[in-house]
């Protein structure tokens, strides 16, 4: 059974602060999407990683592929408020359509 | 553009009965997905429809069946309702051409099984 796991589940931190969620798997993925979702609405795509050892930026966030293409980090800098939701990452096998989901990470950003 | 949307928003069943879920995909989107997520975790894959066919399919009973129409609209049908089937259920779609790389979640709908 291909699991991704994240860490931490949950991460409470003041705003200016700068933080990394960890995602892990012992599964080779082709490709990786992290997603943020708040209450009451579906997961929104942040940014999918394609390549082992890609790195995207987005702002302030900054996601990293893992060369051997099973983990993957997001990492925000100076977070805001903003940012407080539930962040996801996903991942589908070469020659599959079944994206696996990490078992997320509930972020608040304090003020 | 209209995004993905899904009906209804919030739905209340008993233990043993039949709901139907429906959702509207992203005008052009030609590959539906369904998920399940249960409160406090993540996604979890159910199946997927291209071209009105079943594409795959995740670790769910037969109970749980789907449609896809010429329009590429979907239904999400589940059968002999538990309570462990309780959760929010997306829908998500992803345009042609571009693999499943890309998906585009609806709101969900709540469904509360007593």
């Known amino acids: 059974t291909q699991l991704l796991e994240q860490s931490p589940q949950f991460l409470s931190i003041q705003e200016g602060e700068n933080l990394t969620v960890y995602c892990n798997s012992s599964?080779?993925?082709?490709?990786l999407q992290w997603y943020r979702q708040e209450p009451g609405e579906g997961p929104v795509l942040l940014v999918t990683v394609v390549t082992g050892g890609e790195v995207k930026k987005l702002k302030r966030l900054t996601f990293q592929f893992g060369d051997a293409r099973k983990d993957s980090s997001l990492h925000i800098t100076a977070a805001q408020p903003g940012d407080t939701g539930l962040y996801l990452c996903a991942g589908v096998t070469s020659g599959t359509y079944k994206y696996i989901f990490g078992t997320g990470t509930r972020l608040k950003v304090l003020a | 553009e209209t995004g993905v949307t899904q009906s209804p928003t919030h739905l209340i069943k008993t233990r043993g009965q039949q709901v139907t879920l429906r959702c509207s995909s992203q005008?052009?989107?030609?590959?539906v997905s369904w998920y399940q997520q249960a409160l406090g975790q993540g996604p979890q894959f159910i199946f997927q429809y291209y071209r009105e066919e079943e594409n795959g399919r995740g670790n769910f009973p037969p109970r749980f069946s789907g449609l896809q129409f010429p329009n590429y609209s979907s239904e999400l049908n589940v059968n002999a309702l538990e309570l462990d089937d309780s959760a929010l259920y997306l829908c998500?779609?992803?345009?042609?051409?571009?693999?499943?790389?890309?998906?585009?979640f609806g709101p969900g709908t709540r469904l509360t099984v007593l």
């Open positions: 599964s080779v993925f082709s490709s």
């Open positions: 998500a779609s992803s345009p042609p051409g571009q693999g499943t790389d890309t998906q585009y």
């Open positions: 005008s052009g989107h030609n590959t």
